[in-house]
């Protein structure tokens, strides 16, 4: 039996092919954010870094020295191949930002030995609040799912663990939000207090100007990581374990509250300091690797969701 001609036909040649073009270039958009928002975090992690350690440095801790200077020849190279990837996209930074973002660095690193230290804090602040506004940008091209875009395709709606219909494009910008202001944000204060208590530890004393610093930024901290608790608590339950590392939070949040009051203690009390600096360090710093590290995971589960989205609109009728 010879099949009816033209039941199964190829796309013909009146198939909609400039839709399809718009389908390649939302695709290729939201690829090149995503690849940008992955170095932009690698970025933001290696200069808080490097503001803890330069700060450590100037206090006359010496023992950062040979990790420090890795750490500035690695910031070269990422900032290198940032500029790099955005000058190939479609303006998703713009000329503006990454110059403003280059002469933020050259000024950092450049006779850093000399500057004083409050004025290696602050650039180094300024730096990463450029870079967090960028993540906060690039993230705004991923709320729309490249479905919703495409000919004006409805999204697909989700059943949540309990039954009940649980919209895609909710849970997206929820994880978006999470991944990308949220704890980023929590992330930065853990490491201006890092910053500020190792310097504070390695000169022995903490004057009023750090002091007053130190105070406010970890009274942010409290109020951001209460928020942060509770969002955690709510994607635990609707993601299905698709970010292993929430559940850890928990235990991690006790680890933050420790290191807050260990500052406001050993730090904050007035008199000399005799807190290793090196141990406040790295009780920060495993704090903010695994805070990281769900960053990481979020944006992740962020492009799987991408590339789901993609399959389903091409198997739609």
């Known amino acids: 039996m010879i099949a009816h ?68 020849l690695q910031l070269e190279r990422r900032l290198m191949s940032l500029q790099t990837f955005a000058a190939h996209t479609n303006q998703l930074l713009s000329e503006r930002d990454q110059e403003n973002l280059h002469s933020a660095w050259v000024t950092i690193s450049r006779d850093w030995q000399q500057d004083s230290v409050i004025d290696n804090y602050e650039l180094h602040c300024h730096l990463i609040e450029q870079l967090l506004g960028m993540l906060a940008t690039l993230a705004k091209q991923l709320e729309q799912p490249v479905s919703a875009l495409v000919n004006n395709h409805a999204d697909v709606p989700l059943v949540n663990v309990d039954g009940t219909s649980y919209p895609n494009r909710f849970r997206h910008l929820e994880v978006l939000h999470f991944s990308t202001r ?9 490491g201006r207090i890092r910053a500020l208590s190792t310097y504070a530890a390695a000169i022995g004393h903490c004057d009023s100007h750090h002091d007053g610093k130190l105070r406010y930024v970890i009274q942010c901290t409290r109020v951001n990581n209460e928020k942060l608790r509770h969002q955690a608590k709510r994607l635990e339950g609707i993601l299905e374990g698709d970010i292993g590392l929430l559940g850890q939070l928990k235990s991690y949040e ?38 990281l590290h769900v960053i990481e995971d979020g944006i992740q589960l962020i492009t799987r969701w991408h590339e789901e989205d993609i399959e389903t609109w091409l198997q739609s009728a």
Do not use: W
């Not at 949220?182 to 853990?190: A, K, T």
């Not at 406001?264 to 695994?290: M, P, Q, W, Y």
């Open 5 to 72: 001609k033209g039941l199964f036909s190829a796309p013909s040649a009146s198939t909609d092919t400039g839709m399809f073009a718009q389908f390649c270039e939302l695709y290729r958009q939201r690829q090149d954010a995503l690849n940008l928002i992955k170095q932009l975090i690698q970025m933001i992690k290696a200069v808080q870094r490097h503001r803890g350690m330069s700060m450590a440095l100037l206090g006359g801790n010496t023992l950062f020295r040979e990790e420090f200077d890795r750490l500035q």
């Open 182 to 190: 949220l704890m980023p944000s929590v992330v930065e204060q853990i």
């Open 254 to 291: 006790i680890k933050l509250m420790f290191l807050l009051t260990m500052v406001e203690t050993d730090v904050l009390h007035g008199g000399k300091i005799t807190t290793d600096s090196n141990r406040l360090f790295n009780v920060a710093t495993d704090i903010i690797d695994v805070y």
